[in-house]
């Protein structure tokens, strides 16, 4: 009886530490499946800008369009208000908004107007005034329009040359910290948005395919057998086209262009 007792208490034994190990297996992947879940989680913080109505809300990954809007409207006026005497804080301030793949032509395009002799004597003051900040969501884009002021004083008063322009930014977000990974600027007041690509791609190819048919007469009113091959090379360039890349010694304005409106004052 006592040996058939033993028996009993043993296996009774055996299986409470058996059942022993499975609950401390099933504690250790808990604990080792929480400290993953925190390593990985990141806080989500909630901002109110003081020139902003509405919180701005940023992650690890993303953030709100308010939040990408301030950042555009700020990026803008580094960009437009560059001085001889803010030009290294603007650089040192852009580097660390911009993305490190389009930054260096950036930067090349900085240092050649700060070696530029006329940008250092110039009698002229040149700014951006930003008049609206646009947001779109397709594209996660964010849009600045404005002018873009230059100001010279002269013996009979001085004048102001307005041109209106679009900066078109795209904001990510690496780690809780907004990286600018593509930068635009145009003259006009209409943004480049999905609809307005759209709509010059409609417009492009039919303004295209009357080219063709007005091409292909000439060319059959000439005697020559119109194709494909001879049509392409006689079509003009696109409608629209990216900015090109700067030079290094590229030292006109970052934003602006020819054929401003002057007023004078």
Known sequence: METLNFLRRFDLSNFSVKMLLVANLIMALGVASTLLITAARHERIVLVPP??????EISWTSASPEYYKAWGFYVSHLIGNITPENL?????????????KIFPPLKAKLLAMGRDPAFNTATSMSYFVASRVLWEPGSQKVFVMGRYINSTATSTGGYDQHQNVVLEFLFEMFEGKPLLTHFSSYPGTQPHTLAWRKSYEKEGLAEEMQRNARLEKE???????????????????????????????????????????????
Do not use: C, W
Request: glycine share 8%.
């Open 88 to 100: 290294t804080y603007v650089i040192d301030a852009l580097g660390d908004i911009f993305a490190p």
């Open 219 to 265: 060319l059959q009113d000439a005697g020559i057998e119109p194709n494909a091959a001879l049509l392409q090379n006689m079509l003009t360039p696109p409608l629209y086209e990216e900015v090109p890349e700067v030079s290094k010694e590229d030292t006109t304005p970052l934003i602006g262009g020819p054929a401003p409106q002057e007023t004078k004052r």
């Open 51 to 56: 020139h902003l109505e509405g919180k701005s």
